[in-house]
């Protein structure tokens, strides 16, 4: 009796300590493998020395067969936990910690053109779009003011101040004096506009590597 | 003799499910929380086993059983989930 209340106190001690090491690596370590490979082992070894130390406790037969049970099911499927944890870790992209010194499941290539391409899809499509945006969303707004209403006035005003540097967007200008051929002119408006951004365009270049 | 012992191994298990609960509360990603929560059905298997232990009652030992089942369960199904996620 009380060489088995020894060995039980013995088992039931080392294994609390190691499920607190495996809480303490828990808390402690830097990265998720880490943490993971500590609770796995430590924990799997202190459940194991714990369910030791209640077996020399409940010395029943049914007992001891469902401690093995507990003690089989828990070794069998704590390295497949960590596993399966392991490989969603690292298919969702996480980079091991700085220190980490080998990797040696070199899935950062495979998962780089995946985390690359998306990156690179995504950053074409928004500079496709900021690319279209400039040429094609802005000629709309340059007519939209030649429209007779409110063109007119400008009209007059690029008449009244011919200080404007704007002097190349006058074919804009003249589109509202015309009745019937306005629609054409609009039309052409935009191509005109086009042209003066290109030549604005073109003509930032040279001017930009005069300055410096 | 056994009482005094069981009472450290209580205290010590407590102690590792505080830990194991604030790396839950604090991980900083999805898969911390896994981790958190796979080891948290562990200790909660070991305080149980040791409370048998203590006690002496051995149907304890079946909820012990089921949590580990229960918890190898959980914790396949979830990583898996986040899988399918990073995978779309």
């Known amino acids: 009796m009380i060489l088995s209340e020894i060995l039980t106190a013995f088992f039931l001690l080392v294994g609390a300590i190691l499920a607190l090491l495996a809480a303490v690596g828990m808390v402690r370590l830097p990265d998720t493998f880490l943490r993971m490979q500590a609770s796995a082992k430590a924990s799997t070894l202190g459940l194991a020395c714990l369910l030791v130390g209640a077996a020399f406790q409940l010395t029943d037969v049914s007992s001891i067969i469902r401690l093995g049970a507990i003690a089989a099911f828990v070794m069998l499927t704590a390295p497949l936990s960590a596993h399966v944890v392991a490989r969603a870790t690292l298919r969702r992209g996480t980079r091991l910690w700085s220190g980490s010194v080998l990797n040696e499941y070199e899935y950062e290539p495979a998962s780089a053109p995946e985390r690359a391409s998306s990156p690179h899809s995504a950053g074409s499509e928004s500079t496709d779009s900021e690319s279209s945006a400039p040429g094609s969303l802005h000629p709309p707004p340059a007519p939209r003011p030649s429209s007779p209403p409110s063109a007119a006035p400008d009209a007059r005003k690029d008449a009244g101040s011919p200080q404007e540097p704007t002097s190349k967007t006058d074919p804009a200008p003249p589109a509202p004096e015309g009745g019937p051929p306005s629609s054409q002119r609009s039309a052409l408006a935009p191509a005109l506009a086009e042209e003066s951004l290109e030549e604005t365009a073109t003509s930032d270049p040279p001017s930009a590597p005069e300055r410096p | ?88």
Request: glycine content about 8%; proline content about 1%; charged content about 10%.
């Open chain 2, 1 to 88: 003799m056994l009482n005094v012992v069981m009472k450290i191994v209580l205290v010590l298990l407590g102690v590792a499910l505080l830990l194991s609960f604030s790396r839950l509360i604090r991980g900083p990603k999805l898969q911390d929380r896994i981790v958190a929560v796979d080891l948290i059905a562990v200790l909660t298997v070991g305080v149980i086993v040791a409370a048998a232990a203590g006690t002496g009652q051995q149907f304890l030992l079946d909820a012990a059983s089921v949590i580990v089942l229960v918890g190898f369960l959980g914790t396949v199904a979830y990583s898996w989930y986040v899988e399918k996620e990073s995978q779309q």
